[in-house]
């Protein structure tokens, strides 16, 4: 086998790897996405919540447009899952906040992702033009 037909093989593959990154960040990106819009959401419903009165009747979700009914007893705190089954109660502000801090966790995740996205995608521009000049 030639030099320049073996070294062409070897940018082909990087090439399809290179593909496959990029396609697996941008599976990231959309669950990162998502776990934002959730994080939202949850933001929503804190502000909600404080504004409820005591005693009112209310729809919780379970998900998937499954609701059950509840009597509103406390407005001014919430459980958080801690991990393992363990909850600890926080006052509303102090959720928001935890809440507030993820998004922006997730956030810089989301800007590496896209940072790692760009720098495929110009080797994958670079790639697909040394794969041209070699056909």
Do not use: C, R, T, W
């Not at 009597?71 to 102090?94: P, Q, T, Y």
């Amino acid at each position: 086998m030639s030099q320049e037909k073996n070294d062409f093989q070897k940018k082909y593959i990087e090439f399809q790897l290179i593909q496959e990154n990029l396609k697996q960040i941008h599976q990231q990106i959309n669950s990162v996405e998502g776990q934002l819009l959730e994080l939202k959401n949850i933001q929503e419903s804190l502000d909600s919540l404080g504004k409820v009165e005591k005693g009112k009747d209310l729809l919780v979700p379970l998900g998937s447009g499954i609701f059950s009914k509840a009597n509103l007893k406390e407005n001014k705190e919430v459980l958080m899952g801690v991990g393992d089954d363990v909850f600890v109660s926080k006052n509303i502000d102090d959720a928001k906040k935890l809440v507030e801090d993820q998004g922006l966790q997730l956030e810089g995740i989301k800007n590496k992702l896209q940072e790692d996205m760009s720098e495929f995608e110009v080797k994958l521009i670079d790639l697909q033009k040394e794969l041209v000049k070699k056909e």
